[in-house]
Every structure is written in C-alpha cells, then in structure tokens.
C-alpha cells in the first residue's frame, strides 16, 4: 500500500491504494493510526474511474515506480493562476469568474493576503489553516482581483511556511494586531476558525503515521503518540509506502506531554 493522496480540513483524510480503487481513512478525533512508513517514491495520479459507493472514493490509483517524490515531472501538475499578479489576458474560463480578497491570520501575528472564489472562501480558509479572517472586497474576475493582491504584496505575503503553521498550533492570535490590519481595510465579514482541539505546547514535527488522531488544521495532522504531540504535513507522507502496524521507530518528545 502507498500513501496517493489526502484531504486537508474540514473533512480530513488520508487516501491509500496498491494500484486500483483508493482507500479513503478518515482523520477524525480519537482514531487511532497504525502505519510504518517504508520507501517513499512518486505518488503517481488519481483518476476518477474507481467504486463510488459508499465505501469506495470513486477514485483509481495509477502507480508510478519513479524514485522522485512525492511526484515524478510527468506527474507534476501546476496551477496556473498560483502565480499570476494580474498582468494575465484572463486565459482561463475560470480566471472570468467572480473572485474575492482575504486576509487570513495565523497564530500569534502572521497575517496573508489572498485570493478565491466566493463560494470557497471558508473551505480555502481552512485547507490552509487559517484562524481567523477577513473577507475584503469582491471582484468581477480573477485578474481584478489578483492585481488587488498584488497591490498589498509589498506588506503582506501570499503563503505562509509550514513551519510557521506549526508554532500557530499552541498559539493564539494577537488580537490587537488582528484589529488594527482590519481597521485599514474596513472588511466586509469576519471569520473566527476553530478546529475542534488544542494542544497545550508546541507539536514537534514529525513524519509518522502512527498514534491517535488530536485533530488536523489545514495539512498540519497532529498526533498523540508515546506521550508526546507531533504535528505531520500531510503532504510530507504522501508518496510514501506503508505497511500495517505501529511503527517502533524512535521520535524525539515533545515538551507540552500527554498524559
């Protein structure tokens, strides 16, 4: 079996297969994960030709044996828009769609710029893991609203690092210098995020797929394991082979301890 896949929050999970119908393992609170991780290689494609009953995905796995991970350049996909700053002749039908400017916060005082489409913003907020938000403006197309982003990149950044992401997670969001970034902009909505859990120290970063579920925050998947609380990038696990079982490998500990 190989790791192919995950989803991030709201409805987290991580996607196996061994070449056929993909597997889908839900992330939810209190389940307990039992994987050794083995050989990470590409993590080929999906294709959306598997069951789609309840128990299945609808999705088939298309295996690729290339050492590069977690994707090979042939399975390599990039997003056009991701780096567009507005200079673009709308060549997408997507780009002619209605999009809007957020602003996003994470923990203590981390505050991005960003850009979707109306009806994927809090979705968008949390795949991220953003704590709190802003809805700024609406524009009639992406190409508006990109160079609107544009405008506020000489002080705001469009992405966050996951490290930063991770230090969020025992964090809480400096409320006064949440207040005065919004007083600038006068934000049409607000949105305050929870996750459904905390932890009471910082996580130690990790790659395992082993221990039970605290919670998942965008991609960042946090694990009790041994004691101690790990924060995992989903995305650090994809590609890689698993075997069913706890792994035994040792791991640093973490200072904030479960009991």
Not at 76 to 81: F, L, V
Not at 93 to 116: I, M
Not at 166 to 175: P, S, Y
Not at 233 to 248: N, Q
Request: proline share 5%; net charge negative.
């Amino acid at each position: 079996m190989q790791i192919v896949g995950y989803d991030r929050s709201p409805d987290p999970a991580l996607l196996l297969a061994g070449g056929g119908p993909v597997e889908r393992v839900p992330l939810a609170a209190g389940t307990q994960l039992a994987y050794t991780l083995g050989e990470r290689r590409c993590a080929g494609a999906l294709t959306a030709e598997g069951d789609a009953s309840a128990e299945g995905t609808g999705l088939d796995h298309l295996p690729c044996d290339a050492a590069r991970a977690p994707y090979c350049r042939d399975h390599t996909s990039t997003w056009a828009c991701a780096r567009c700053t507005g200079d673009c002749d709308l060549p997408l039908e997507n780009c002619r769609r209605e999009h809007v400017v957020y602003l996003a916060a994470f923990a203590p005082d981390t505050f991005k710029v960003g850009v979707t489409k109306p009806g994927r913003l809090e979705t968008r907020l949390r795949e991220q893991g953003a704590d709190r938000a802003a809805l700024l403006a609406h524009y009639p197309d992406g190409r508006a609203a990109r160079r609107r982003e544009a405008a506020l990149a000489d002080r705001l950044p469009d992405r966050v690092r996951t490290p930063t992401k991770v230090a969020a997670l025992a964090r809480t969001v400096d409320r006064d210098a949440w207040t005065a970034l919004l007083d600038e902009f006068d934000p049409r909505e607000t949105f305050d995020l929870d996750y459904g859990f905390s932890v009471a120290g910082r996580p130690v970063r990790e790659t395992l797929a082993t221990g039970t579920v605290v919670g998942v925050q965008g991609r960042l998947l946090v694990l009790a394991h041994a004691g101690s609380a790990y924060a995992v990038d989903l995305r650090d696990l994809l590609g890689h082979g698993v075997e069913t079982g706890a792994s035994d490998r040792e791991v640093q500990s973490s200072l904030g301890r479960f009991g």
